[in-house]
C-alpha cells in the first residue's frame, strides 16, 4: 500500500513535537485573530506571515495551514455569535447559526460547526491523499506551453467563480501580474520598474501587498463604519446538540463535504461556492424549507461542512499544479517560495516529507481545532468583546512589525502604506484585492513558462493552440469567459453577488 | 452619453493610466523577439492588455444601461491618520527605537477613532509595546534597534 506508507511518512512528519506545537500555535493564532470581528483569513495569515519565515519549511507551512484553519473556524464563531462574518464563506453561517444562537442554541450551533467542520477535514485529507499523486503524474506531463494556459485557467477560474465585476476582476489580474514583473529579471539580470530604488530590485514582497490592500484598508473602511458596537450574548448555554438536531445536522454534513470537495478543486471554488452551493442544496432538499434561515441545522451543518471541505480541496491545485485558487493560497505558495520550494508537482517527490507532512498536519489541525476550541469557547467570546479602538491599533502595530521583519529594512513599512492607500482607493472603486494577489504571486512563473514556450516553439504563437492539452485549457478558460457574459446567467450570476454582498 | 457607473468609470480610467504606464516604461527595456525575448517583451504587452481592457470597463460605465453606482465619499482625516502614523512610524524606527515608535504608531493612530480617548490610547500602546518586547524581540528575537540612536 502505497498510500499508507506516504500517511506514515506523513504522521511521522506531522508528530513531531516541534510541528505538533507549531501546528497547535498555529490553529491558536488563527482562531485568535480569526475571532476578532472585522478581520477576515487573509490579513490574518498575512499578518503572521513574516513569523513563519523564520522557520524551517516543514515547520512554517504546517503553522501556516494552522492558521488558515484557525483563522476560518475563528471566523465561523463570530459569524454565529455575533453575525459578523469576516469573510464571504462565513456569510452563509451567518443566516441559520446566528439565528440558532438567537434561539438559545448557541452551543449546540458552535459544536455543530466544529464537528461539521471535522468531518469535512477528515474526508478532504484522505482525498487530497488519494488524488494527489495521479493528478502530480499529469502535471508532469505538462510542458512550458501547458503550464501557461494552465495559469490562464486558474486565473480566469477564479475570478469567474469568485468575483464580482468580471472585466474589472481581470484587469486586477494584469496589474498583479505588472506588480509581479517588479524587480531583476531573472533571465536578463535587468532591473525592472525599478526606479533606481535599490530595495524595488528584489521585487515587491506579496505579503507587503497583503497587509496593504487587505489589513490596512480593511481598517479604514471599518473605522468609517464607526463600529457597530457587538453585543454578544455571553451565554453559549451547552454544548450538546440535543437528538433532533443531531439527526438534522449529519446528513447535510454528509453533503456538504461532497459538494465542498468536488467545488473545492476548482479554482477560485473553493469556500465561497461550497458554502453557498450547499446551503442552497439543503433548502432545495429539506421537507419544511421554510425553517431555513430561521435555525435550522442543516442550514448550518451543511455550509460550514461544505467550505471546510472546499478550502481544504483547494490545496489539491496547490501542491499537485502550484496554482494557487484564491488568496489564501496564493499566500501559501508566496510562502513556499519564500522558503526555496517550487510549488508544483515536483513537490511530492523532491520535498515528501513536506508534502504528506503538511497533508498529515492538516488533519491533526482540524483535530486540535474541535478539542481545543469548544472548550475554550468562553475566552473566543470575551475577546469578541474588544472594542474597536483598541484592536486597530494592535492590527497596524502586528503589519508594521511584521513587515519591517521581512528585510529589517523600513522601505517595506512605506511600501505597505502606498498599498494601504491604494487598497483604501480600490475598495472606494470596487476593485477587489484577490485577483491581484494572485497575479502579483503567479506573474513571474507565468512570464517564465510563457517565454520558455516560445524560445522552444521557436516564437511561434500557435504552440499554445496546436498542443492538444494547452488548446484543451485555454478552450476551457474562453468556455468559462463566454457562459459569464451570456445575458441570462450574468443575471443569475449578479444576483447571487448581490445576496452575498 | 451619460456618466452612470462612476465606480467602473474611474476603475477603467486608473487601469488605462497604469497600463499606458507600465507599456510605456516596459520600451524603455529590450523588447527581443518572440523567440528570445528581452526583459521589456512581456510586461509591455502585459500593460497594453491592461490599457485596453481598462478602456473597455471604462467604455462600459457610460453605456445607458450601466447600473448607477456612485464612489463613496472618502474619509480624508481617517485615511491621513492611518497611513500617516505608519508612514511616521518608517520614518522614526531607526532613530527612535522600536519601543517609542510603537508607543507613537497606536497613540497616533487611535486618533482615527471616532470614540478617542487618550487615557485608553496610552494604555493600549503601552500594552502593545510589552507584547511586542515579549512575542518579538524576546520570544522570536528579531532584531530592531530598541532605543533611540542618540541615546
Redesign the interface.
Known amino acids: 500500500m502505497e498510500l499508507l506508507d506516504h500517511l506514515i511518512l506523513g504522521f511521522s512528519v506531522a508528530l513531531t513535537l516541534e510541528n505538533l506545537a507549531y501546528c497547535l500555535l498555529g490553529c491558536l493564532l488563527g482562531t485568535l485573530i480569526g475571532v476578532l470581528p472585522g478581520i477576515g483569513p487573509v490579513p490574518t495569515i498575512a499578518m503572521l506571515l513574516p513569523i513563519t519565515y523564520v522557520l524551517p519549511p516543514v515547520a512554517g507551512l504546517i503553522m501556516l495551514a494552522g492558521i488558515y484553519y484557525g483563522a476560518a473556524y475563528g471566523g465561523s464563531t463570530t459569524a454565529i455569535l455575533v453575525a459578523l462574518p469576516g469573510e464571504t464563506s462565513a456569510v452563509v453561517t451567518v443566516l441559520d447559526g446566528h439565528q440558532m444562537a438567537k434561539n438559545g442554541r448557541a452551543g449546540a450551533a458552535l459544536a455543530i460547526a466544529a464537528l461539521g467542520s471535522f468531518f469535512a477535514g477528515c474526508v478532504s485529507t484522505i482525498m487530497i491523499a488519494g488524488f494527489a499523486p495521479p493528478l502530480a503524474e499529469v502535471a508532469f506531463k505538462f510542458g512550458p506551453a501547458e503550464y501557461f494556459s494552465l495559469m490562464v485557467l486558474g486565473l480566469i477560474g477564479a475570478v469567474v467563480l469568485a468575483s464580482g465585476s468580471l472585466p474589472k476582476a481581470i484587469c486586477m489580474i494584469l496589474l498583479g501580474l505588472l506588480l509581479g514583473m517588479i524587480g531583476t529579471d531573472v533571465n536578463s539580470g535587468v532591473a525592472r520598474y525599478d526606479f533606481g530604488i535599490p530595495e524595488l530590485q528584489d521585487g515587491i514582497d506579496f505579503a507587503v501587498v497583503a497587509m496593504g490592500v487587505f489589513g490596512f484598508s480593511e481598517i479604514m473602511t471599518n473605522l468609517e463604519l464607526r463600529d457597530q458596537r457587538v453585543a454578544v450574548d455571553s451565554k453559549v448555554g451547552t454544548l450538546y446538540p440535543n437528538k433532533q438536531e443531531f439527526k438534522e445536522a449529519w446528513p447535510a454534513v454528509v453533503r456538504g463535504t461532497g459538494i465542498g470537495c468536488a467545488l473545492g478543486i476548482l479554482p477560485g471554488g473553493g469556500a465561497v461556492l461550497s458554502s453557498f452551493a450547499s446551503y442552497t442544496l439543503e433548502k432545495k432538499m429539506s421537507k419544511n424549507p421554510e425553517r431555513f434561515g430561521k435555525g435550522h441545522p442543516a442550514g448550518l451543518a451543511g455550509p460550514e461542512s461544505a467550505n471546510n471541505a472546499g478550502s481544504q480541496a483547494s490545496f489539491i491545485p496547490l501542491l499537485t499544479l502550484g496554482i494557487p485558487g484564491n488568496a489564501v493560497t496564493a499566500l501559501m505558495i508566496g510562502a513556499m517560495t519564500i522558503h526555496n520550494i517550487q510549488p508544483g508537482p515536483q513537490v511530492m517527490t523532491s520535498h515528501p516529507e513536506l508534502f504528506w507532512g503538511l497533508i498529515v498536519s492538516m488533519w491533526i489541525g482540524n483535530l486540535m481545532l474541535v478539542i481545543l476550541n469548544l472548550p475554550l469557547i468562553g475566552l473566543w467570546v470575551k475577546l469578541l468583546t474588544v472594542p474597536y479602538r483598541i484592536l486597530f491599533p494592535a492590527i497596524l502595530v502586528f503589519c508594521t512589525i511584521g513587515v519591517y521583519s521581512l528585510n529589517y529594512n523600513v522601505f517595506d513599512i512605506w511600501v505597505t502604506a502606498a498599498f494601504g492607500l491604494v487598497g483604501y482607493i480600490w475598495a472606494k472603486l470596487k476593485c477587489e484585492g484577490a485577483p491581484l494577489l494572485l497575479g502579483l504571486v503567479l506573474g513571474p512563473m507565468m512570464e517564465e513558462n510563457f517565454r520558455r514556450a516560445l524560445l522552444l516553439a521557436r516564437g511561434d504563437y500557435t504552440t499554445f493552440v496546436t498542443r492538444p492539452l494547452s488548446l484543451t485549457l485555454l478552450v476551457m478558460a474562453a468556455i468559462l469567459v463566454t457562459l459569464v457574459a451570456l445575458p441570462s446567467i450574468k443575471a443569475k450570476r449578479e444576483e447571487a453577488f448581490v445576496d452575498e454582498g | 452619453m451619460q456618466l452612470r457607473n462612476k465606480?467602473?468609470f474611474?476603475?477603467?480610467v486608473?487601469?488605462v493610466a497604469?497600463?499606458v504606464g507600465?507599456a510605456l516604461?516596459?520600451t524603455k527595456?529590450?523588447m527581443g523577439?518572440?523567440?528570445?525575448?528581452?526583459?521589456?517583451?512581456?510586461?509591455f504587452w502585459?500593460?497594453v492588455?491592461?490599457a485596453l481592457?481598462?478602456a473597455?470597463?471604462a467604455l462600459?460605465a457610460l453605456k445607458e444601461k450601466a447600473h448607477e453606482?456612485e464612489?463613496?465619499r472618502?474619509?480624508f482625516k481617517?485615511?491621513l491618520i492611518?497611513?500617516g502614523?505608519?508612514?511616521l512610524?518608517?520614518?522614526l524606527?531607526?532613530y527612535l527605537g522600536?519601543y517609542i515608535s510603537?508607543f507613537l504608531?497606536?497613540f497616533l493612530?487611535?486618533l482615527?477613532?471616532?470614540?478617542?480617548s487618550w487615557k485608553?490610547?496610552a494604555a493600549?500602546?503601552i500594552f502593545?509595546v510589552l507584547f511586542?518586547w515579549l512575542a518579538?524581540i524576546r520570544g522570536?528575537g528579531?532584531?530592531?534597534p530598541l532605543w533611540p540612536s542618540f541615546l
Not at chain 2, 33 to 43: E, K, Q, V
Not at chain 2, 112 to 116: P, V
Open positions: 465606480q467602473d474611474w476603475s477603467g486608473m487601469f497604469l497600463g507600465f516604461r516596459a527595456y529590450s523577439t518572440a523567440a528570445r525575448m528581452g526583459p521589456g517583451y512581456f510586461p502585459l500593460g492588455c491592461l481592457l481598462g473597455v470597463v462600459g453606482t464612489v463613496e472618502f474619509d481617517i485615511l492611518v497611513i502614523s505608519v508612514v512610524t518608517g520614518v524606527m531607526n522600536v510603537v504608531l497606536v493612530s487611535s482615527a477613532s471616532h470614540e478617542f485608553v490610547a493600549t500602546g502593545l511586542v518579538f522570536l528579531l532584531i530592531f
